[in-house]
């Protein structure tokens, strides 16, 4: 039996399926991923560098130029695309258990996905939170600030240092957001990991989670991952043509 209607088969009969997402799901959106051949650290290997939590608390300049960066986000613009969208459906088809994302784009929430069932562990994008008093306001805002001439939006309340409300390397994810996480690979019958390089943890680490707990692990990813040993099927092509070809029958 080919591996896709040996999936296929498994969805049908699962109670709960979680999702894993990773950057591979959005980038038919145009958001380009991190590790690819034409992710954002394979082209500029130093972008790293605004990506850890202790170099953007104390440099000003890279605080300066994620702001500059953060201006021309492609996710502004981007729109769900037929992988999301079939989230939405196997929602619908009543499996869902949750969508556990590694994404800051909100784009499962815009295709349609019910935000209570998006668990966003490295945050979102579209707020942004004090690292003095722990306020939250919106990104739009705080972009307003810096096209009116404020490089480095200071806190208004405290003064303090401001950032995108998302998981930098270095910096503790949030704990009601992984216990949530840890529960829905727990409680899951099949996981689905969609466009995750599974390297990054402890969001990959949840593969492990979900396969300890007795559960069947399908990776739908382009390469490798640390995780194909406990995988129970492995699909390569397009997340855009796999996910809608999985979910179909579950409308029927």
């Known amino acids: 039996m080919h591996p896709e209607q040996q999936v296929g088969d498994w969805l049908r009969a699962a109670g709960r399926v979680t999702v894993l997402s990773g950057a591979g799901i959005s980038t038919e959106s145009g958001i380009p991923d991190f590790r690819g051949p034409q992710g954002v650290w394979t082209r500029n290997p130093a972008a790293q560098t605004m990506f850890t939590f202790d170099n953007y608390v104390a440099d000003a300049d890279v605080r300066r130029q994620a702001w500059r960066n953060r201006l021309e986000h492609p996710a502004w613009d981007a729109t769900p695309n037929a992988g999301h969208r079939a989230l939405v459906d196997l929602e619908r088809s009543g499996r869902l258990r949750a969508i556990i994302t590694q994404n ?103 593969a492990g989670v979900a396969t300890d707990a007795g559960a069947r692990l399908v990776i739908v990813n382009r390469d490798p991952t640390p995780y194909d040993g406990l995988a129970s099927a492995l699909l390569r092509d397009p997340i855009g043509q796999t996910l809608p070809r999985l979910v179909a029958p579950l409308a029927a």
């Open 104 to 206: 800051i784009d909100g784009l499962h929430q815009r295709a349609g996905n019910d935000p209570a069932k998006v668990i966003e562990i490295h945050g979102t994008l579209f707020e942004v939170e004090c690292l003095g008093c722990e306020r939250r306001t919106s990104m739009r805002e705080n972009l307003d600030r810096v096209e009116a001439g404020e490089p480095d939006p200071a806190c208004l309340v405290c003064g303090g240092i401001q950032k995108a409300a998302t998981i930098s390397f270095g910096q503790s994810l949030r704990s009601e957001d992984l216990w949530a996480a840890q529960r829905a690979a727990e409680e899951c019958d099949l996981m689905l990991a969609v466009g995750t390089t599974l390297q990054v943890q402890p969001a990959a680490g949840l």
